[in-house]
C-alpha cells in the first residue's frame, strides 16, 4: 500500500455519510486487492458493459498504480488505474459497484485521484471518457479534446484537465 487516503476531500450533502462508511487506498499491482479490483471490473465492463474479455486487462495493471474505495466490510466498490504518460497522467478502468452508484463516490474518487496526480508533479490528467458520462468529468473541470471514437463498442470522447 502506498497511501491512505480516509479523510480525502468529500462530496457534500449527500444522504450517505461517505466518510464513516468507506475509505480509499492508492495501491502498487502487488497488493491482493488488485484482484478484487480486476473482478470489480470484469463485472461492470465484461458482463454489463459487453466489453470484449480479452480486453479488459493489459500489460499495464501489472506496471501502473491502483485507486481502490473499500465499503466497512473492506470490500472493493469501486477502481481505477492511473497509467503515468511522460509529464502526464491517464486515469481509466473506472468502476463503481453498480449497487453503490449515485451515492458521489465516483465524485470522491476523482477528487482524491486528481489530488494524488497533483501531488505527484503530473502536469494533465488525460482519459477516454465514454460518451454517457462526460457531463460527470466536466463537473470536475475535465474538457473534451477529441471527436467521438468508438472503442470496444461504446462510444467515447477524449478529456483533459490541468492539474
Ligand atoms: C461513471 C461512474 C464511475 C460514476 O460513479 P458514481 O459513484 O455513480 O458517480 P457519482 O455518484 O459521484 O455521480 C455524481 C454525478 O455525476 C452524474 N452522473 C453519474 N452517473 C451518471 C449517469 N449514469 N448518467 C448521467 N449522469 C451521471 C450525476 O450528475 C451525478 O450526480 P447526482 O447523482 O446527484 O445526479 C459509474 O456510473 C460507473 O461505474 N459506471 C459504469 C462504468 C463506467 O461507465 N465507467 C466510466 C468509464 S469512462
Keep these: 500500500m502506498l497511501n491512505y487516503f480516509k479523510n480525502a476531500t468529500k462530496p457534500m450533502n449527500r444522504e450517505t455519510n461517505i466518510n464513516s462508511n468507506y475509505s480509499i487506498q492508492l495501491i502498487s499491482p502487488k497488493n491482493p486487492l488488485l484482484v478484487e479490483a480486476i473482478k470489480l471490473r470484469f463485472e461492470v465492463f465484461v458482463w454489463e458493459q459487453r466489453v470484449p474479455i480479452e480486453m479488459e486487462v493489459d500489460e499495464y495493471d501489472r506496471r501502473c498504480n491502483h485507486l481502490v474505495v473499500l465499503d466497512k466490510q473492506q470490500r472493493v ?28 463516490l465516483g465524485t470522491w474518487m476523482m ?25 460527470f468529468y466536466e463537473n470536475l473541470g475535465f474538457e473534451v479534446t477529441s471527436e467521438e471514437f468508438m472503442d470496444a463498442g461504446i462510444p467515447h470522447k477524449r478529456m483533459s484537465k490541468a492539474l
Design 111 to 135: 477528487q482524491a485521484v486528481l489530488k494524488i496526480a497533483k501531488q505527484k508533479g503530473f502536469q494533465y490528467m488525460i482519459l477516454e471518457a465514454q460518451t454517457y458520462v462526460v457531463s
Design 77 to 104: 466498490v469501486g477502481t481505477l488505474r492511473l497509467v503515468s504518460q511522460g509529464e502526464n497522467v491517464k486515469m481509466g478502468r473506472f468502476v463503481i459497484r453498480k449497487s453503490h452508484r449515485r451515492r458521489g
